[in-house]
């Protein structure tokens, strides 16, 4: 085996034992400790790898060195200190492959955004889109896009109820959907149906977000990614993921932190694809799943 097969060997096994050691490492993140270290989510963000330390890895294995050597360069071609033509025509190919699909969606679901308008209005007038800042690749904040589904000053609404605020913050940012008293009947059905996620096609265009990735997080949901926070802003994020079409969206910290870390260090075209694929009927299984939590009477996550 020459030497690019180790490395691609040792890789390999690198990225297998990347979930057991997220999971024997994510209960001992502290928050103060990771509030401390990122005092302010956007600055001093890089895409630097864990240290070997961090990592779990020998200090003295010379394949794994060898490997973390041939990593850290492919790193460096990304973020721009090196220049190689094989990563821009990498990253050219998946823009590419961005803008052709959400082209298409953003055709063939036009009726569903004409749908979503229509629903949007319907006894709730305001602004048809509603806006809110999410961290981007390297920690630079975007506005995400989504048709409105609350009332005008929700975000108001939320920091003046303190009560409601906490459940919030408890509730890994996110408050139940029938329980929620800002959400209007229209917009629980377009929460429950994800129609509200359709303007984020457009985030897709605008080159802030890709149709695969980890789900963007607002600035304060920064800490629970601890020492993994720079892996997560090392790539953009996505409207659709794969801690989404397994565990349907409805997921706290910190077992959304190992699946986001295990799609950064597995990403590839055909697991995008197969996320993809997966991703209407994890529509249609939220969909059936809060309807029937509504007839019973308990509330399940939007």
Same mark, same amino acid.
């Given at each position: =085996?020459?030497? +690019?097969?180790?490395?691609?060997?040792?890789?390999?096994?690198?990225?297998?034992?990347?979930?057991?050691?997220?999971?024997?490492?994510? $209960?001992?993140?502290?928050?103060?400790?990771?509030?401390?270290? =990122?005092? +302010?989510?956007?600055?001093?963000?890089? +895409?630097?790898?864990?240290?070997?330390?961090?990592? %779990?890895?020998?200090? +003295?294995? @010379?394949?794994?060195?060898?490997?973390?050597?041939?990593?850290?360069?492919?790193?460096?071609?990304?973020?721009?200190?090196?220049?190689?033509?094989?990563?821009?025509?990498?990253?050219?190919?998946?823009?590419?492959?961005?803008?052709?699909?959400?082209?298409?969606?953003?055709?063939?679901?036009? $009726?569903?955004?004409?749908?979503?308008?229509?629903?949007?209005?319907?006894?709730?007038?305001?602004?048809?889109?509603?806006?809110?800042?999410?961290? %981007?690749?390297?920690?630079?904040?975007?506005?995400?896009?989504?048709?409105?589904? =609350?009332?005008?000053?929700?975000?108001?609404?939320?920091?003046?109820?303190?009560?409601?605020?906490?459940?919030?913050?408890?509730?890994?940012?996110?408050?139940?959907?029938?329980?929620? $008293?800002?959400?209007?009947?229209?917009?629980?059905?377009?929460?429950?149906?994800?129609?509200?996620?359709?303007?984020?096609?457009?985030?897709?265009?605008?080159?802030?977000?890709?149709?695969?990735? $980890?789900?963007?997080?607002? @600035? @304060?949901?920064?800490?629970?990614?601890?020492?993994?926070?720079?892996?997560?802003?090392?790539?953009?994020?996505?409207?659709?993921?794969?801690?989404?079409? *397994?565990? %349907?969206?409805? =997921?706290?910290?910190?077992?959304?932190?190992?699946?986001?870390?295990?799609?950064?260090?597995?990403? *590839?075209?055909?697991?995008?694809?197969?996320?993809?694929?997966? !991703?209407? @009927?994890?529509?249609?299984?939220?969909?059936?799943?809060?309807?029937?939590?509504?007839?019973?009477? !308990?509330?399940?996550? %939007?």
């Amino acid at each position: =085996m020459d030497g +690019t097969g180790w490395i691609e060997a040792a890789q390999h096994g690198m990225m297998r034992s990347s979930a057991k050691i997220l999971v024997s490492q994510l $209960p001992t993140i502290s928050y103060t400790a990771a509030h401390r270290d =990122m005092a +302010t989510p956007t600055d001093n963000l890089n +895409t630097d790898p864990p240290s070997q330390t961090q990592s %779990g890895l020998g200090e +003295t294995d @010379p394949i794994i060195q060898q490997a973390m050597e041939e990593f850290e360069g492919g790193l460096a071609r990304v973020t721009g200190s090196r220049v190689r033509p094989e990563w821009d025509t990498a990253a050219f190919r998946e823009r590419l492959w961005d803008v052709v699909l959400a082209s298409i969606a953003l055709v063939a679901l036009s $009726p569903l955004f004409l749908l979503a308008a229509i629903l949007t209005r319907y006894k709730s007038p305001g602004p048809l889109i509603f806006r809110q800042k999410r961290l %981007g690749k390297h920690g630079v904040p975007f506005d995400i896009l989504k048709f409105r589904s =609350m009332r005008i000053d929700a975000e108001r609404y939320l920091r003046e109820h303190g009560d409601l605020y906490r459940r919030y913050v408890a509730n890994n940012f996110k408050l139940d959907l029938w329980e929620d $008293p800002r959400i209007s009947a229209c917009g629980r059905f377009m929460r429950r149906s994800k129609l509200d996620e359709l303007p984020q096609i457009w985030n897709v265009l605008r080159g802030e977000m890709t149709l695969v990735g $980890p789900r963007p997080i607002i @600035p @304060p949901e920064i800490v629970s990614y601890g020492i993994y926070a720079k892996r997560l802003l090392s790539v953009r994020p996505g409207v659709t993921g794969y801690w989404q079409v *397994t565990m %349907g969206g409805e =997921m706290g910290y910190p077992r959304r932190v190992v699946l986001d870390m295990f799609y950064v260090e597995h990403k *590839t075209r055909t697991l995008d694809v197969l996320i993809l694929l997966k !991703t209407f @009927p994890a529509i249609c299984f939220h969909f059936w799943k809060n309807r029937k939590s509504a007839k019973a009477g !308990t509330p399940k996550n %939007g």
